[in-house]
């Protein structure tokens, strides 16, 4: 119980000191430099990094799917009366095909294993509904959190240079939810509150549809 506490506190303090500086460096998601905090606050108290996630992974698991599905909230805010329909769905199918066909092709073309290109079919969705999928496609579980939270934070660290000449936000806000589903979300919301709930709605619209079509088309094939 001593080390879910220890390991929480340091996860707390590493985010409180992450704050201020993604505030000067808006670039860097929280998460980021979160990251090196934590790995700098185990290297001063001599903590190996095992020890650590085993204390804190069962718990910030569990809470990670309460985050989750608590994104729903700022979607009751929305508008859904003019929501072009069409192009929602062809954007939402392009974005879902795309996000599994790139990071699988690359990965055969780089000759990688099965069970590493089972996990990089899980990286367009949030932590959460990916490790849903790997355990029904049999995805080794820590590489699948792995490769999602390394394109989130891919993705929301290069939004404001790729997103520096589109000023709608539903459009920005839409785009960071798709590619780069929670952390994207994150840096959407500091770009407003509009953004913010459209990065959520396309997250969850990916996310759904994505664990639909993605196990059902994989588990048929095998």
């Not at 992974?57 to 599905?69: D, E």
């Not at 891919?154 to 939004?159: N, R, Y």
Request: contains cysteine; aromatic residues 10%.
């Amino acid at each position: 119980m001593l080390t879910i506490i220890y390991g929480f506190f340091i996860t707390l303090i590493a985010y409180l000191c992450a704050k201020p500086l993604n505030k000067r460096i808006p670039q860097i998601p929280v998460l980021v430099f979160g990251m090196f905090i934590v790995v700098a606050i185990l290297a001063l108290v001599g903590l190996p990094y095992e020890h650590y996630m085993t204390s804190v992974n069962g718990l910030f698991s569990h809470l990670l799917g309460y985050v989750t599905v608590a994104l729903a909230i700022p979607l009751a805010a929305m508008r859904y009366d003019d929501l072009p329909l069409k192009s929602l769905v062809g954007i939402l199918c392009f974005a879902s095909f795309s996000a599994v066909a790139l990071p699988v092709g690359l990965a055969y073309l780089l000759h990688m294993s099965e069970p590493t290109i089972l996990a990089f079919m899980t990286r367009a969705v949030t932590t959460p509904i990916a490790l849903n999928i790997a355990t029904l496609l049999h995805a080794p579980l820590t590489l699948v959190t792995l490769i999602v939270i390394l394109s989130g934070v891919i993705g929301a660290a290069f939004s404001p240079w790729i997103l520096k000449h589109i000023h709608d936000e539903r459009a920005s806000g839409l785009a960071l939810g798709l590619a780069a589903h929670a952390i994207g979300t994150a840096q959407a919301w500091q770009r407003g509150p509009i953004a913010g709930r459209y990065a959520a709605f396309g997250m969850a619209l990916n996310g759904v549809f994505t664990a639909l079509w993605l196990p059902t088309l994989v588990l048929s094939l095998q």
